[in-house]
């Protein structure tokens, strides 16, 4: 009897120990000791199709940690995983931030498909993600660990039918990139736009489709030409879209191309070269011309660590992201991820590089205007800012 009460005494203690072991860090919502150091996650696309998106809206987080590397008396940590332009690779790369790097939030990602695959994790773990430049509606919707600070594809689509229709077009067709959430979803609004301000609903004279990575494009260019539109509108990745245009050119097609914010970036006029000339897009940001002094802070920082690059709009979403998250964690007076998740649904009025940001009920922006570029002598040039009334 005495050596089984002696047996359990010792188990007793032994299970003690190694709960004394584990170390709760209440402050963070993690395990571990990094009491001194804050750690926000970011997973975005640094090889694949998606490289150059994802490592110009890195490049926009990198200036606002530079500029901003504390918060809370606490060194601010950015770790940084690679999803690799895949969506079942998005959710192994927020799952190793969550689980592993014990980050607080996260940030990302380039490409609405990638965010959306990640949607569920950050939603049951509870820790928050901002996306930058994930322009579908169904990332955010549903999910209140999700939030985002760029414009939504039913606003992009409304603004390129707008802007198409007050150009004269009154047919046009359309060329999307069928694997690409991003791609279908502002094809879509864009056409129930484009219909209702012509009136005519044969005004899309023709919608045709393409995979992520395809090289070839002459039987959907030879059903454009035939059907004879005004303009098209071919939203899709960078390097995609610029060999639609090339091809297209080859073809004998003349007409203007329209497309959204994933072309305003240099890899699209250095596969195009020549043949995107023209190209009109909508996007986020101009860096001729901010509106804000944090605009004008971050174009001035940004110019100053990379002196021989384009600036990407993407890249100052990426430093908002960074930066409203900063903004919540100093609101919450925490850097625990529920604290910081309610202190991001009521983020009202917070001074960004691209505007002021207002998160309303499904954590997207209350923004109402967007900036057009056409690409002149190589390289995207402001046209216009447009505002659409919701």
């Given amino acids: 009897m005495k050596k089984i ?14 709960s004394g072991c584990k170390k709760v860090d209440t402050a963070s919502g993690s395990t ?8 926000i996650g970011v997973f975005e696309p640094l090889t694949g199709a998606n490289a150059a998106g994802g490592e110009a809206e890195v490049e926009g987080i990198k200036i606002a940690n530079k ?7 606490k060194k601010v940590e950015v770790v940084v995983a690679d999803n690799k332009s895949d969506k079942a690779q998005a959710t192994t790369a927020v799952a190793r931030l969550i689980e592993k790097d014990k980050v607080s939030a996260i940030i990302g990602s380039w490409g609405s498909s990638f965010s959306m695959a990640a949607g569920d994790l950050v939603k049951k773990n ?17 999910n209140d660990y999700y939030f985002r600070v760029c414009y939504l594809d039913p606003f992009q689509g409304t603004v390129m039918a707008n802007y198409a229709f007050k150009s004269g077009a009154k047919k046009a067709a359309i060329i ?23 009136g005519d609903p044969n005004s899309v004279v023709t919608t045709v489709n ?17 059907a004879n539109p005004d303009v098209i509108f071919a939203p899709g990745n960078f390097t995609e879209s610029a060999l639609v245009m090339k091809q297209a050119r080859q073809l004998g097609i003349t007409v203007p191309f329209l497309g959204g914010d994933t072309w305003d970036i240099d890899e699209f006029t250095s596969v195009g070269g020549a043949d995107v000339e023209g190209a009109t897009i909508s996007t986020f940001f101009d860096d001729s011309a901010p509106v804000t002094d944090e605009g004008k802070k971050f174009v001035e920082a940004y110019k100053k660590e990379y002196p021989d690059k384009n600036m990407a709009a993407v890249s100052a979403l990426g430093y908002d992201a960074y930066l409203v998250i900063i903004k919540a964690i100093e609101a919450a007076n925490s850097s ?12 009202k009025d ?32 402001y046209k216009d800012t447009v505002t659409i009334s919701k």
């Fill in 126 to 142: 509870k820790v928050p993600a901002v996306g930058a430049s994930c322009t579908n509606p169904l990332v955010t919707k549903g």
């Fill in 176 to 198: 999307q990139e069928v694997s690409n959430d991003y791609a279908v979803g502002l094809a879509t609004y864009f056409k129930e736009a484009f219909v209702k301000l012509t």
């Fill in 67 to 73: 500029l901003y590397p504390e918060v809370l008396g």
């Fill in 336 to 347: 625990d991820s529920t604290a910081i998740r309610d202190a991001l649904a009521k983020t």
């Fill in 210 to 226: 393409y995979n992520t990575n395809d090289q070839e494009f002459g039987a959907q260019l030879s059903t454009v030409k035939a």
């Fill in 350 to 381: 917070v001074e960004g590089a691209t505007g002021k940001l207002t998160f309303n009920a499904d954590g997207d922006p209350d923004k109402d205007s967007a900036i057009i570029k056409e690409v002149k002598n190589g390289k995207f040039t």
């Fill in 32 to 39: 571990g000791t990094g009491s001194d150091t804050i750690k």
């Fill in 5 to 18: 009460a002696a047996l359990l005494l010792a188990l007793v203690m032994t299970a003690s120990a190694f």
